[in-house]
């Protein structure tokens, strides 16, 4: 039996958000009140699996940066 974990889902509905708004990687990690990195943001974007604390500290950085407010089934799809 091969049971293998799924790591990559393809682009993430964040990367659209990030287009639609303009915003760089760079400007998530500028507006973050905790520690994430430009590799967690790229690897949020190109769909490879984050943690859940991972996904939530991604999530905080997009809405302070966009103004919005999104859940975070509004930027992942797993």
């Given amino acids: 039996m091969d049971s293998k974990v799924v790591r990559d889902f393809g682009e993430q509905p964040i990367a659209r958000i990030m287009v639609e708004h303009e915003l760089k990687p760079n400007d998530l990690v500028s507006n973050s009140t905790e520690q994430i990195t430009h590799k967690m943001v790229s690897r949020a974007v190109k769909g490879r699996r984050l943690n859940l ?10 809405n302070k ?12 799809n797993y």
Avoid at 54 to 61: E, F, S, T, V
Avoid at 65 to 76: C, M, N, V
């Fill in 53 to 62: 604390s991972i996904q939530y500290k991604i999530l905080k950085a997009l």
């Fill in 65 to 76: 940066a966009s103004g919005k407010s999104y859940l975070l089934k509004d930027i992942f």
